[in-house]
């Protein structure tokens, strides 16, 4: 496995219900590099995209659910990412499931690329203010 595709200390948000989804949406990501490198990925795309889906949805959702209860001042904003993710998500498993979108190395890097960045930026936002009400 690539070590691109792996959780690092530094994605963490300091709220260990969140990291430990952050970790499962790597995991999903990596299942998909996998399956790509081993000739593999369009027999397997379909129902890990669906999962990597669902998965995110969950995860977006517990996340702005966590966001609202404290408050959180980035919420809007966040949401707004959130949704632009998933629906460009949904739209390549469409095309995919079409038999119009392949998965491809540039889907890949647009997952990680994605998955990082919003992590070690955009929610790196609420962690220090999750911290500072009582949220772990």
């Known amino acids: ?10 994605y963490s948000v300091k709220v260990a ?4 989804q952050h970790k499962k949406l790597f995991d999903l990501v990596s299942e998909l590099h996998i399956a790509m490198s ?6 397997v795309a379909g129902d ?14 517990a996340e702005e659910m966590l966001m609202e209860l404290h408050n ?22 469409k095309e995919f499931d079409a ?5 491809t190395v540039q889907l890949m890097t647009f997952l990680l690329q994605w998955l990082k960045n919003h992590i070690q930026t955009v929610d790196q936002r609420y ?3 999750m911290n500072s009400h009582g949220v772990h």
């Not at 496995?1 to 530094?10: G, V």
């Not at 890990?48 to 959702?61: A, E, G, K, P």
Request: hydrophobic content about 40%.
């Open 99 to 103: 038999g119009t979108g392949m998965i």
């Open 48 to 61: 890990v995209l669906r999962r990597l889906i669902d998965y995110t949805v969950q995860h977006f959702s």
């Open 72 to 93: 959180f001042p980035g919420l809007v904003a966040h949401r707004a990412e959130h949704k632009a993710l998933t629906d460009k998500v949904i739209a390549f498993k």
């Open 1 to 10: 496995m690539s070590a691109t595709f792996q959780w690092e200390d530094s």
């Open 17 to 20: 219900a969140l990291d430990n």
């Open 38 to 43: 081993e000739g593999h990925g369009n027999d």
């Open 127 to 129: 962690g220090d203010f």
